[in-house]
């Protein structure tokens, strides 16, 4: 998959709109929020219920954020991301496809999260340096 700094070289460089939809048709696809959720639990060799046991999740809701039913909060998702041992890149497109906002390392308590993320930390060790740092804890 490549980085949206990746996609916006071939395209700015791109002569055919078309060529470039059609080449790069995997990276510019519309998918919802709940289908890459699911896509990104398929990489897992995990369930949806130990995934939303792992993010600490109400389980009744957490199948409905995996059905598609319902749209968690920007630290629900946050939780899910760590569960499920996302990337900062993964971790941010599914921010993006629920409607809230990315990663940004200018925001003390984004970058704190971007940290343990890149340094394989789990939701409870993230939680810890949040904590330690004097930022609000991820809330699931």
């Given at each position: 998959m490549k980085s949206t700094d990746e996609l916006m070289k071939v395209l700015e460089n791109s002569k055919n709109l078309q060529d470039y939809v059609e080449d790069n048709f995997d990276d510019i696809s519309n998918i919802t929020f709940h289908e890459y959720l699911n896509q990104?639990?398929?990489?897992?060799?995990?369930?949806?219920?130990?995934?939303?046991?792992?993010?600490?999740?109400?389980?009744?809701?957490?199948?409905?954020?995996?059905?598609?039913?319902?749209?968690?909060?920007?630290?629900?998702?946050?939780?899910?991301?760590?569960?499920?041992?996302?990337?900062?890149?993964?971790?941010?497109?599914?921010?993006k496809l629920s409607d809230h906002s990315i990663l940004y390392p200018r925001i003390k308590r984004d970058s704190i999260i971007i940290f343990a993320i890149e340094k394989k930390k789990n939701f409870m060790e993230a939680n810890l340096l949040l904590d330690e740092m004097g930022e609000a804890h991820i809330e699931s």
């Open positions: 990104c639990l398929e990489k897992q060799e995990m369930t949806k219920a130990e995934i939303i046991d792992r993010a600490n999740i109400q389980t009744n809701y957490g199948y409905q954020i995996f059905d598609g039913s319902k749209t968690p909060s920007r630290d629900k998702v946050l939780a899910l991301c760590f569960a499920m041992e996302l990337t900062v890149d993964e971790s941010n497109r599914l921010l």
